[in-house]
Nanobody, 127 residues
């Protein structure tokens, strides 16, 4: 499995940014895809997750109402649409993938739940 995240950059507070994660090397129909972020000096934290096969995404409280996860099954791309960005959203954002026996999204918020990780894309939100 190869994951490549891109789309990061510098944005002003209140702005929007869409991150993408290109997935390859496997058929992902049984996979859960996650987004995480890691701010300088902090641990990597969960942003949200979605089943590649469909259904609603599951979000961390910090992302609810502002971030939206979606995927394009034809292009094999995972997206993270981020709106109303805040300086505290500044971090390196990572996509991750795993194929758990039971795809219960609320159980997929830990970094250890994922076997595959992309290289990260940096997001900086200026105040």
């Amino acid at each position: 499995v190869q994951l490549q995240a891109f789309g990061g950059g510098l944005v002003q507070a209140g702005g929007s940014l869409r991150l993408s994660c290109a997935a390859s090397g496997r058929t992902f129909s049984n996979y859960v895809m996650g987004w995480f972020r890691q701010a300088p000096g902090k641990e990597r934290e969960f942003v949200g997750a979605i089943r590649w096969s469909g259904g609603s995404a599951y979000y961390a409280d910090s992302a609810k109402g502002r971030f939206t996860i979606s995927r394009d099954n034809v292009k094999n791309i995972l997206y993270l649409q981020m709106n109303s960005l805040k300086p505290e959203d500044t971090a390196v954002y990572y996509c991750a993938a795993d194929s758990p026996p039971r795809a219960i999204l609320s159980m997929m918020s830990a970094t250890m739940a994922y076997d595959y990780w992309g290289q990260g894309t940096e997001v900086t939100v200026s105040s």
